[in-house]
């Protein structure tokens, strides 16, 4: 019973756009019965070459804006396909599918023959990406086209509903870039990728559009804007026919829509431009497609995950780039030098300064890294050196936060910048609070109570630049117990390297004495002491407004510093007596910086970031990343 059904679904699927053609080619017939189609040609062949010239100009650069949806799709998948070879299968996949009708269908097969090096269900979700976001985007700009164009008599309703439609299904795809449906994740297009995909679907009905205007006959009243919509509006009835060509549909549609003109020369310029838009192209891809292809897929380098601690041995790496072994990041490794870099839903993010090489020569790879995944690239926590760099090119700079540096030789509980320090270890000693390292086991157990609490009593872990307890991560830390009548109440854990230690997780129970926080990071200062580490950082706390901020910007850092508990964190650190280093931001422009903050500040908040993935670069430019 089961396979009838699917057999029936199968055949209506195909019987069902055939049936629209032969009702549509028989009403189209009905009313142009007393057109002599003699005529007709004549008026096609009096079509003057400058017209088809134009014309011909026009198609190309529709068929080159539409074919780049293929580019911006493998760029979704990273498949490592190139852009040439991805536009050129792309635009015969369109050539030949909206010809002979089931483009979904031929358009898989033609991308899986023009590309062996992907899986035919590689190739199906390519062309169900180009058609779901190429149909989206038509009916944005159609709604637009049709609230600012002079068109047909059109409930305003309609327009204005289909783009808030779509307005929230872009606040959706930033707000949540991976959807999980049946144990499967679903990657949404980035911004940056949507923008893209609505300039080329413009730039595509536009050319096409003019095409179709310029082989209008002389005298024809009918001004390109005036035009533009009702192409856009028959261009969605043949699209959702499913004819082979949308013959039927799109006629109907054009020839309602101008009731006022003549329809020996409306047809004549349909006809003029079918040949046009869809013969010719349609005769060229299927020459492109009897090419034989390389068996290849172009240019695919993996990253390779898991190389956090070989980098970490090395000198000019921080300590803090330890949160690579749970943040999904990994070690970006080029002919430039060598990055930490975590993807987040709309951004390449790099984290701290590379860890060697130039970051002015790391910015072109950067760049084009992410715009290989649809992303924009932004610069997370570097120093002033960097930053400065980073302005130098050009790149919008912003000022985030300041790092606490403690120099465990110097540090010491003398002079009045330790007072408050000294009276928060009184207050913990009073409780008989006691702070051990252990060597061996790590009470895991106890710990995840005491972290549980915690994140009940705060909101939740933060993650990206900032750790989550997990067994197996806190392993690889150096970690400082609180205890109290033989209870653990809290516990500090640092990234370690021979030349660092950083602050990470801090975790205590409601009922942790005062001065708790205080005993153990100060223990864990002077543990550093003991082991010759040079450095401790106590990371990184929010930047409050400065005096040279505009009165905009200073209520948008108050309101941000005090949501991220940015006074209490500072005179908590302060409290150490800490060399404060500032730390930046930064991003190719203002609107990518924009981006890339807004998306970063939401994954901090997620409790888990997007898995690693391998990157996509261009093999003649970067080698293959090394562990």
């Keep these: 019973m089961g396979q009838a059904i699917r057999r029936a679904r199968t055949v209506l699927r195909h019987a069902i756009p055939i049936g629209i053609g032969i009702v549509c080619c028989w009403a189209l017939s009905n009313q142009l019965q007393h057109i002599d189609f003699g005529q007709l040609w004549t008026a096609v062949l009096a079509v003057k070459p400058w017209q088809w010239l134009m014309a011909l100009v026009a198609t190309a650069i529709s068929f080159w804006a539409v074919a780049r949806y293929d580019v911006v799709a493998h760029r979704h998948f990273r498949t490592g396909v190139s852009d040439r070879r991805a536009t050129i299968t792309g635009a015969t996949a369109i050539a030949v599918g909206q010809t002979t009708g089931a483009g979904a269908v031929v358009g898989a097969f033609i991308r899986w023959r023009m590309q062996p090096g992907l899986s035919f269900v590689s190739s199906a979700k390519i062309t169900a990406f180009v058609t779901l976001s190429f149909l989206a985007a038509w009916a944005a700009i159609t709604s637009i086209a049709i609230l600012i164009l002079p068109t047909a008599d059109v409930p305003i309703a309609i327009p204005c509903s289909i783009l808030a439609i779509m307005a929230g299904l872009t606040g959706i795809a930033f707000l949540k870039p991976v959807l999980k449906r049946a144990g499967q994740e679903i990657e949404l297009p980035t911004l940056p990728a949507i923008m893209a995909l609505v300039g080329f679907c413009f730039l595509d009905v536009f050319a096409a559009s003019v095409a179709f205007w310029v082989l209008l006959p002389a005298g024809f009243d009918l001004t390109l804007t005036q035009l533009l919509p009702i192409y856009l509006i028959a261009l969605g009835a043949a699209i959702l026919s499913g004819t082979p060509g949308g013959v039927g549909p799109f006629e109907l549609t054009v020839l309602a829509l101008l009731p006022l003109h003549s329809e020996m020369e409306t047809m004549a310029a349909i006809l003029a431009f079918r040949l046009v838009y869809y013969a010719l192209p349609a005769i060229i891809g299927g020459i492109a497609l009897l090419r034989p292809m390389a068996n290849k897929v172009d240019g695919w380098v993996s990253s390779v995950d898991g190389c956090v601690d070989s980098t970490l041995n090395q000198n000019t790496a921080r300590a803090e780039l330890g949160i690579m072994r749970q943040n999904g990041g990994s070690i970006l490794h080029c002919t430039a030098g060598t990055y930490g870099v975590v993807r987040t839903g709309q951004t390449l993010t790099t984290l701290f300064d590379p860890v060697n090489g130039d970051a002015a020569d790391l910015a072109a790879p950067l760049k084009r890294i992410a715009r290989e995944q649809n992303r924009v690239v932004c610069k997370y926590k570097i120093t002033g050196r960097h930053a400065l760099r980073a302005r130098s090119q050009g790149w919008t700079v912003l000022h985030v936060s300041d790092e606490a540096l403690i120099c465990p030789d110097s540090h010491c509980l003398s002079g009045s910048k330790y007072r408050q320090l000294r009276r928060k270890l009184r207050q913990a000693e009073k409780m008989d609070v006691q702070v051990v390292s252990p060597t061996d086991t790590l009470p895991l157990e106890d710990m995840a109570i005491v972290s549980r609490e915690w994140e ?158 391998a990157y996509a670069v261009a093999q003649s430019a970067h080698p293959a990343p090394r562990s």
């Design 456 to 613: 009940a009593n705060h909101g939740g872990a933060r993650g990206l630049s900032m750790g989550q307890f997990e067994e197996t991560y806190v392993l690889g830390q150096a970690v400082f117990l609180a205890y109290r009548a033989g209870k653990l109440i809290g516990f500090v854990t640092f990234h370690k390297t021979q030349h660092e230690w950083c602050l990470d997780l801090m975790r205590a129970t409601q009922d942790a004495p005062d001065g708790t926080m205080h005993m153990l990071v100060q223990q864990a200062i002077e543990a550093a002491k003991k082991k010759g580490i040079p450095s401790v950082s106590l990371a990184a706390a929010p930047a409050g407004a400065l005096n040279n901020h505009s009165a905009f910007e200073k209520r948008l850092r108050n309101l941000f510093f005090a949501k991220a508990g940015g006074p209490g964190l500072r005179q908590f650190k302060a409290s150490f007596n800490p060399r404060w280093q500032p730390l930046y931001m930064a991003s190719p422009g203002r609107g990518q910086l924009t981006l890339a903050a807004l998306d970063l500040i939401r994954s901090v908040k997620r409790a888990k970031p997007l898995p690693a993935r």
